[in-house]
């Protein structure tokens, strides 16, 4: 039996997207139901370290057009400039609300603290709990979203569709399996990324791109999925599957530097910025080292780093915990997944080419990434388009239009494999370092291994999701004859101005396979 329900507004996902975009539609007079996997703080946002990259005024010579700058020159050629500039402009107001509604950011006076990452060119990400940034952000919008409904352990299967084409609500399973329709004029998708497609991420269990999936079900078009970013650094304790703990590049912001097993510093000559050269650079350069030197990992020196302890506490706890005294010994490194710069083609308000249909956070493509995510941009970008989402979620409703009761939903059977054989091609032959042979193959192994099937639950929603984001990203990624940003081919090295401005769209065919397209974005969303 399915269970019915109604609001203005779903929202799905509870990170600092979902959130912030749940609170201001209650404050908008929006009647707003969350919807959430798992428990409200599962998602990614808990387990960002880094900070929120802002200016906010105060640190001389830093302005927001160097702060797009930096934005631009991470993205390596394929961000959208006009959304870079209001993303960026959109911070210092957006943080200021967030401080409002409760988070509380490192400070000395009046002053927030600010500490320096990949790519920037000045001390300008603000920080909470030292190096738990994330966890503060979630856990003051959590406190302030206590009036809200919120429905924790349900999966979202679908969006439904009333006659017209326009979303009217979404299908969901709860932990048993049991299924309920949340009729809705928008629903807006804050659902992360999709780190698991890969055996070692800094991604907890709950980013398996089920929104992104949902999105091309629904017929929406998803962009720029093959530009996965690596995170440079975190911990290495042995090979190991799932979550593995991050090593915020803040350290590095702070002084610490990358040594290969003879001391050697690596990254020195390959970029001027040294260690704090983008991510794309040092993750790249990372397991370029490895490769050459036949070593596990690399190390992370932070031994000449004053306060490492109290300045850096998450940090500090992994690393005792597996037995390392980073105070005094250099921490183990390798890269592993971290975030989609890709996902849904959506515009700076949230919206994509489905009518009702809403995406913002990691789940959407706004062209503030490009190739590569600058750090601490993407705190910045949920909470500036979760609520530029809203605003154009209250514009929209307010057009008269024509609904029908009967609602429509696409095929249930999808394409399901298995996520350990998914996650191990992702791993061995679409991570940093992918060429055409490699990527065959991949698609291969996940071809054979997928069987048409209806999710009856959770895993079974996720399962079909990671299936289909393997074969799109392997799809994109094969296309892109190029290395550029995050995408680093090794049978095309160099970056090809023939792929410059185009971004890869991936739709869906009549079968529900990814097509992978070079059709300008426009229209798009
Ligand atoms: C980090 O703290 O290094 C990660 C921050 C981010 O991904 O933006």
Redesign the pocket.
């Known amino acids: 039996m399915t269970w019915e329900a109604g609001a203005d507004l779903v929202v799905v996902g509870s990170g600092v997207a979902g959130l912030t975009a749940a609170l201001d539609a209650a404050e908008a007079g929006l009647r707003v139901v969350v919807v959430t996997k798992d428990a409200t703080d599962a998602g990614s946002t808990r387990w ?3 900070g929120v990259a802002v200016v906010l005024g105060d640190v001389p010579g830093d302005t927001v057009e160097a702060h797009a700058a930096d934005t631009l020159a991470a993205g390596g050629g394929l961000n959208d400039a006009e959304a870079v500039a209001a993303i960026v402009a959109g911070g210092p107001a957006a943080v200021g609300r967030l401080r409002e509604r409760g988070a509380l950011f490192d400070a000395r006076g009046a002053r927030l603290d600010r500490t320096r ?1 990949g790519g920037h060119s000045a001390f300008r990400v603000v920080h909470a709990g030292g190096d738990a940034t994330g966890a503060e952000i979630e856990r003051a919008l959590v406190e302030a979203a206590r009036s809200l409904t919120v429905l924790t352990g349900h999966v979202a299967v679908d969006a439904l569709k009333d006659a017209s084409g326009r979303v009217a609500g979404l299908a969901v399973l709860d932990d048993a399996g049991r299924p309920g329709v949340l009729r809705a004029p928008a629903v807006l998708l804050a659902t992360g990324g999709y780190g698991q497609l890969y055996a070692s991420t800094t991604n907890p269990g709950t980013s398996t791109g089920d929104g992104v999936a949902l999105a091309l079900r629904a017929g929406a078009a998803a962009a720029d999925l093959e530009f996965v970013q690596f ?1 440079p650094t975190v911990l290495y304790t042995g090979p190991a599957v799932g979550r593995r703990p ?1 090593v ?3 350290v590095r912001g702070e002084g610490a530097v990358l040594r290969d097993r003879a001391g050697t510093r690596f990254m020195v000559g390959r970029h001027p910025l040294a260690d704090l050269a983008p991510r794309d650079v040092v993750a790249a350069a990372i397991t370029r080292r490895m490769a050459e030197t036949g070593a596990d990992c690399m190390y992370l020196d932070a031994t000449g780093l004053e306060g490492f302890a109290a300045r850096f506490p998450t940090v500090y706890a992994s690393c005792r915990e597996a037995g390392i005294d980073p105070t005094r010994e250099p921490i183990p490194v390798t890269p592993a997944a ?2 989609a710069c890709g996902g849904v083609v959506a515009d700076i308000d949230g919206r994509t080419a489905v009518p009702g249909l809403y995406a913002a956070g990691e789940v959407a493509r706004t062209g503030l990434h490009g190739a590569n995510r600058l ?2 941009n ?1 705190l910045l970008e949920g909470l500036v388009v979760g609520e530029r989402t809203v605003r154009a979620v209250v514009e929209d409703l307010a057009h008269p239009r024509t609904t029908s009761s009967e609602l429509v939903a696409p095929a249930p059977a999808v394409g399901v494999a298995d996520r350990g054989v998914v996650q191990r091609a992702m791993s061995a032959y679409a991570a940093i370092g992918r060429d055409a042979t490699g990527l065959a193959t991949a698609s291969d192994v996940v071809e054979q291994a997928t069987l048409l099937a209806t999710p009856l639950d959770r895993t079974g929603v996720e399962d079909a999701a990671l299936t289909l984001l393997a074969q799109a990203v392997l799809a994109a990624a094969g296309t892109r004859r190029e290395s550029r940003g995050c995408h680093v081919r090794t049978d095309f090295p160099d970056r090809d101005d023939v792929w410059q401005k185009e971004s890869l769209l991936v739709t869906l065919d009549d079968g529900g396979r990814p097509v992978v397209g070079t059709d300008a974005l426009a229209g798009a969303a």
């Open positions: 960002a370290q880094g990452e995170h991050l915020t590049e803040a971290h975030y750090a601490s993407s």
